[in-house]
């Protein structure tokens, strides 16, 4: 699960809008939102947060998704 409003706040706090994180991944604005919500995985989103170091702990853990799948 997604932690959108950790992501949010962590966002904030590196001044880092949702159009920096979808210019960055290549990707339109609404993805990043729908990404947030967590409505869509986009691994291009995901990976451009963890490169910027956001705690992958907000994060979906694919290992995770994998043992509950």
Do not use: T
């Amino acid at each position: 699960m997604v932690h959108e409003q950790k992501i949010r706040v962590w966002m904030l706090k590196k001044g880092i809008r949702v159009q920096d994180v979808a210019n960055g991944a290549g990707v339109h604005h609404s993805y990043v939102s729908h990404f947030l919500a967590g409505r869509k995985k986009a691994p291009a989103v995901r990976a451009w947060f963890v490169g910027r170091g956001c705690p992958a702990k907000f994060l979906d853990s694919e290992k995770k998704e994998a043992r509950d799948a």
